[in-house]
């Protein structure tokens, strides 16, 4: 049940590849909290409903053309402009689960092959965002999300592309310092999948106040500094 003593919410971020089931699991996720009555928020990036949102979209659907800087920076920006709004949310005790962050934003960029977009460069604008307390990784096998039907038609929909991402991703999740990140089988039904989530978030949910107010993402956090 809820605990109107929990003085803090909790940010649960939602990462993965396209088609790993991201928005069906934050979904029901908002839903089973809501059901428990915790005060939630669902959230997710890009969010295409904002002025910056809007030239996310149109370069996605291949209806803009933007320089491979310019548009990192504008879904980093799309983060900052709520970042202020996240941190009032979490400070009222609302869990904000958050649909794509950080890490989709580094991992998207550095695919490109470009050899001046490192994981190093892409990581830096988002130093300071509101930090997540767990990040739920959704781990699909190229051949489990081939399964799930072909690619849409936006920008990075490929498969080379979709593999390099998955190589970063877990690249990442090698690293030392990651102890916030929860690597979750997606490849199995949806209520499996659903019940595993629930349990660490809860778990977070109950410890977040043990571990102090929000805090920010560093150069260090999750990411070494060097070149990719
Ligand atoms: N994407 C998403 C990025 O390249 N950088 C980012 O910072 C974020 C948040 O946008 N293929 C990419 C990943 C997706 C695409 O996201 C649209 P979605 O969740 O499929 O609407
Ligand atoms: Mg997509």
């Not at 460069?121 to 988002?126: D, L």
Request: with cysteine.
């Amino acid at each position: 049940m809820a605990d109107d003593k929990a003085n803090r919410g909790a940010l649960v971020v939602v990462e993965g590849l396209d088609r790993a089931g991201k928005s069906s699991q934050c979904e029901l996720l908002y839903r089973s909290l809501l059901d428990m009555n915790y005060k939630t928020k669902y959230i997710r990036f890009p969010d295409r409903s904002t002025p910056i949102g809007k030239q996310i979209d149109s370069y996605l659907r291949g209806q803009s053309q933007l320089d491979d800087h310019s548009i990192h920076l504008l879904f980093s920006a799309n983060r900052w402009e709520v970042a202020q709004s996240i941190h009032d949310d979490i400070n009222k005790g609302i869990t904000v689960i958050v649909d794509r962050y950080s890490f989709s934003g580094a991992v998207y960029t550095a695919a490109k092959g470009n050899p001046n977009l490192s994981l190093h460069w892409a990581w830096q604008p988002e130093v300071g965002l509101p930090r997540p307390d767990l990040c739920l990784f959704l781990s699909i096998s190229p051949e489990e999300a081939a399964k799930r039907g072909g690619y849409g038609v936006e920008r990075y929909e490929t498969d080379s592309m979709q593999t390099r991402v998955r190589n970063l991703f877990l690249s990442l999740l090698d690293l030392p310092h990651n102890d916030e990140i929860c690597v979750i089988d997606a490849g199995r039904s949806v209520a499996e999948v659903a019940q595993d989530i629930l349990e660490p978030v809860l778990e977070c949910m109950k410890n977040v106040d043990s571990i102090g107010p929000l805090k920010k993402l560093g150069p260090w956090s999750f990411i070494p500094i060097g070149d990719n």
